[in-house]
Every structure is written in structure tokens, then in C-alpha cells.
């Protein structure tokens, strides 16, 4: 039960910050700034995985729980209770930030400025990395799992710097659907519900291809 409360704290605090920065910097007509607001997405993603990645591995985020799975490292009877717990804290984050901001429009929901297909390209490849990045960290040495929260903290606040303003730089499929559905907008959410679980599941097939070829003589 821990690991699930982790989870619901740890996803509340990322969804309530990062998608809250995006109400605020609207809300006072940019001062925030979006560097402000990947700061903030990196910072949380580190926060959090420093709190609670102890207790529940700090996933926050229904992609990586399956891409663990995939990988063998996480047991498919806990793929449930995780969903739900992030489920849980994502939609009570978006729920707060909607009675404490019932004029905003969006609620911090993932809009392509773009086409649909080149932000589901850009989220494929977005997942694909942090994934990617998460996998080593994780599996890595001892003192590379020290570095964790600042290695996976890092490349979120990278890749919403850049990919932001294009396709939202979603990246977690639990953190785009609260807020479409509390908006209504649940345009182009199809993007942000299967790239993420592509580019995750893409990452642990190429992670476990390296160590495939590590291992050969």
C-alpha cells in the first residue's frame, strides 16, 4: 500500500506543479515563461524521484510502468494498482488546479501547434529518450542510480524546452488525459495516448538489444 500512496503523492505533485505552471503563466500573462515552465517540469520529475523513488520507484507515469514491465523488471500483477494510483493522483492534481482556476480553458492540456502526425512523432521520439535514459539509470551501477532524480529531472526539462511549444512535450499519457478530459479538450489525444507507450516500449527493446551485444564474446 505504500508503493500505491507514493505513487498517487508522487503524481499528484508532478501533474499539480507542471501543468499548474502552465495555468499560472496564462493566468498572469507569461510570467512564468515557458523556460520557467520546463524548469519546473525538470525540477519535479527530480523532486519526486528522490521522495518516493525509494518506496515505489517513482514511475508517475503509466508508460514507464508498462515499458518495466516489458522489460521483466516489474511484475504484471502491480501493473493495476500502479495505473490506478497514478490515475488517482493525476486526475485529483487536475481537479484542485480546475477549482482554483475554473475560468482557464485548457488546464495545462497537451495541444498540438502543429500537425498531429509530427507531434506523435515528436512524442514518440520524446518517450523513447527519457525512457531510454531511465532504463540505464535504473538498472545501471549503484552510483549511477544516485544520479537518477538529476539524469531523468534533466532530460524532461531538455525536452520540454524544445519540443514544448510543438506538441506539449506530454511524454506520460496519465498527464495529458486529465486535463482533456476536466477542458473538454480531447482533440488529438489519441496522440499523446499511444506515443508515449510506443517510444517507452521502442526504448527497453533497444536497451535490451545493447545488452544483448555487450554480452557477446
Not at 528522490?50 to 514491465?69: E, K, Q, R
Not at 492540456?109 to 523513447?128: C, H, M, Y
Request: aromatic fraction near 10%; include cysteine; hydrophobic fraction near 55%.
Amino acid at each position: 500500500m505504500r508503493k500505491y500512496i507514493a505513487e498517487i503523492i508522487g503524481t499528484f505533485a508532478l501533474i499539480f506543479c507542471g501543468t499548474g505552471a502552465i495555468i499560472v503563466n496564462q493566468e498572469t500573462g507569461g510570467a512564468i515563461t515557458h523556460a520557467g515552465i520546463a524548469v519546473t517540469w525538470g525540477l519535479i520529475v527530480a523532486a519526486m524521484i528522490y521522495t518516493v523513488g525509494d518506496i515505489s520507484g517513482a514511475h508517475l507515469n503509466p508508460a514507464v510502468t508498462i515499458a518495466f514491465w516489458v522489460a521483466k523488471v516489474f511484475p504484471a500483477k502491480e501493473i493495476i494498482p500502479y495505473l490506478t494510483s497514478q490515475g488517482i493522483g493525476a486526475f485529483l492534481a487536475s481537479l484542485t488546479l480546475h477549482y482554483l482556476f475554473p475560468a482557464n480553458n485548457t488546464l495545462g492540456a497537451t495541444l498540438p501547434s502543429g500537425t498531429p502526425v509530427q507531434s506523435f512523432i515528436l512524442e514518440l521520439l520524446l518517450t523513447f529518450l527519457l525512457m531510454f535514459t531511465i532504463i540505464h539509470v535504473a538498472k545501471g551501477s549503484k552510483e549511477q542510480g544516485m544520479f537518477a532524480g538529476l539524469a531523468i529531472g534533466s532530460v524532461v526539462l531538455l525536452e520540454a524546452m524544445f519540443a514544448g511549444p510543438i506538441c506539449g512535450a506530454s511524454m506520460n499519457p496519465i498527464r495529458s488525459l486529465c486535463p482533456a478530459i476536466l477542458s473538454g479538450h480531447t482533440e488529438h489525444l489519441w496522440v499523446y495516448l499511444i506515443a508515449p507507450f510506443l517510444g517507452a516500449i521502442v526504448a527497453v527493446f533497444t536497451w535490451n538489444l545493447m545488452n544483448g551485444l555487450d554480452k557477446k564474446p
